[in-house]
């Protein structure tokens, strides 16, 4: 039995769909109060997409399990009967009022994932994690899995928080854990288009003025699924790997996203000092509560910076081809123009 975290977000929701077009047999962990309908939306993405006459069958047969990461019985009484472990949960905000709450989460929430998949004998293991926790320069060296992570200013809370949860899972390895650990880039794919890295192409389709001249890496959400299965089924533990398909800059990307979804694309360049006056005045703004606006000090100014990211350890280990960004735009903006 395979334990599924962050089911009912945009990542876990695709890991969950895929492991069961797989054959695979899954629980779901849910909270409470979470809602269903990013899962529901995906859910039934994928069994259109991939024309699954079962769907209604598979649905019905679904095993949530309502626990929350933080709550140890709840998630104790989830672990019963697991073998395999997926944990993409995990709270994404740029937000320094989320920095307490984000920490707790992603930190604390891992540690009693591993120290659960430890006390349950748990097979295998693997920890989603991203490439904001892998180490960073401005130098324009290529990023890669030995990049050693130095604490400063580009780090953002994210990034720590999940540099913190992946110092946990290393810890239960020591321990005797079977894990792998994957670094996404930025995540595109079908989900919910008014939260997430996806809101992206709501925004350029309802107009977005503004791009900027940052560079960074980006995956198609299906390779990550993909990637993660295969790690698991040949046992290959013991290591990270970074998932990105391609480093391109911001501008291509609003661009093509523009171009696939028929609009005009984003015609301002914010130079670096627009992009610190811009902050300053939402911070204002929100402060206000005039609008909740999602622009923070660590989001612009990470629009600003130029990653480039090396793929090669997971192609080599896997013989892995990603799917080419430009693809994934086009799909992901098909899909979008049917749900309008």
Same mark, same amino acid.
């Given at each position: 039995m395979i334990l599924v975290t962050g089911s009912t977000g945009f990542l876990g929701a695709h890991m969950a769909c895929y492991l069961i077009l797989q054959g695979k047999k899954i629980k779901l962990i849910r909270r409470s109060t979470a809602s269903l309908a990013e899962f529901n939306k995906i859910f039934n993405y994928y069994f259109k997409h991939f024309k699954i006459d079962a769907k209604n069958a598979l649905f019905e047969s679904l095993n949530w399990v309502e626990a929350d990461i933080l709550n140890l019985p709840q998630l104790q009484e989830a672990f019963i009967g697991v073998t395999?472990?997926?944990?993409?949960?995990?709270?994404? =905000?740029? &937000?320094?009022?989320? /920095?307490?709450?984000?920490? /707790?989460?992603?930190v604390e929430g891992t540690a009693n994932m591993v120290n659960l998949a430890l006390i349950n004998k748990v097979e295998k293991f693997c920890y989603i994690s991203s490439i904001a926790a892998i180490g960073r320069s401005l130098n324009g060296t290529t990023i890669n899995e030995n990049c050693k992570w130095e604490n400063g200013k580009l780090n953002s809370n994210y990034a720590i928080s999940k540099y913190k949860a992946e110092m946990e899972v290393w810890r239960a390895k020591e321990e005797g854990l079977n894990v792998c650990i994957v670094n996404p880039g930025v995540i595109l794919g079908y989900g919910d288009f008014t939260k997430g890295s996806v809101v992206l192409f709501n925004s350029i389709y309802k107009g977005m003025p503004f791009y900027t001249n940052g560079v960074n890496g980006y995956i198609d959400v299906q390779d990550i699924t993909k990637v993660c299965l295969q790690l698991m089924e +040949?046992? #290959?533990?013991?290591?990270?790997?970074?998932?990105? =398909? !391609? =480093?391109? =800059?911001i501008k291509s990307l609003f661009f093509n996203i523009a171009k696939?979804? !028929?609009?005009? %694309?984003?015609?301002?360049?914010?130079? %670096?000092?627009?992009?610190?006056? &811009?902050?300053?005045?939402?911070? #204002?703004?929100?402060?206000?509560k005039l609008s909740t606006f999602s622009l923070t000090? !660590?989001?612009?100014?990470?629009?600003? /910076?130029?990653?480039?990211?090396?793929?090669?350890?997971?192609?080599?280990?896997?013989?892995? /081809?990603?799917? %080419?960004?430009? +693809?994934? #735009?086009? !799909?992901?903006?098909? &899909?979008?123009?049917?749900?309008?």
């Open positions: 395999e472990v997926y944990h993409c949960a995990a709270m994404v =905000s740029f &937000a320094q009022a989320d /920095k307490t709450k984000m920490d /707790k989460t992603n +040949q046992n #290959i533990f013991g290591e990270r790997y970074i998932l990105v =398909s !391609e =480093s391109i =800059s696939y979804l !028929e609009v005009k %694309p984003p015609k301002i360049a914010v130079t %670096p000092f627009l992009s610190e006056v &811009a902050w300053r005045v939402f911070a #204002i703004v929100r402060f206000l000090k !660590e989001t612009a100014r990470a629009s600003q /910076k130029q990653f480039y990211y090396d793929n090669n350890k997971i192609i080599k280990t896997l013989n892995f /081809k990603f799917k %080419p960004v430009e +693809q994934t #735009i086009k !799909e992901v903006c098909n &899909a979008f123009l049917v749900d309008l």
